[in-house]
């Protein structure tokens, strides 16, 4: 189903070393690209909801974030 993918981007003004999420993912789905390159350098924290990078992506970098968005009530 198509309307559960969803993905969260942005330009990066400065450095930033974790990305928040816009709603809660199922978190084998997380897909992190840097520059539209696939990275496996970063992990998700479920607490906050946020993926956070291994290396800080450099400043201009576009960072995006795909997943898959749980159905689970919380």
Do not use: C, H
Not at 8 to 25: C, K
Not at 60 to 65: I, R, S, T
């Amino acid at each position: 189903d198509w309307e559960l993918w969803l993905s969260n981007s942005t330009f990066l003004t400065g450095p930033v070393d974790y990305f928040e999420l816009n709603y809660t993912p199922i978190p084998n789905s997380i897909k992190v690209y840097i520059n539209r390159f696939e990275t496996d350098q970063w992990t998700y924290t479920e607490e906050t909801n946020t993926v956070q990078f291994a290396r800080v992506p450099p400043e201009g970098a576009l960072v995006e974030v795909a997943y898959i968005k749980s159905t689970e009530t919380e």
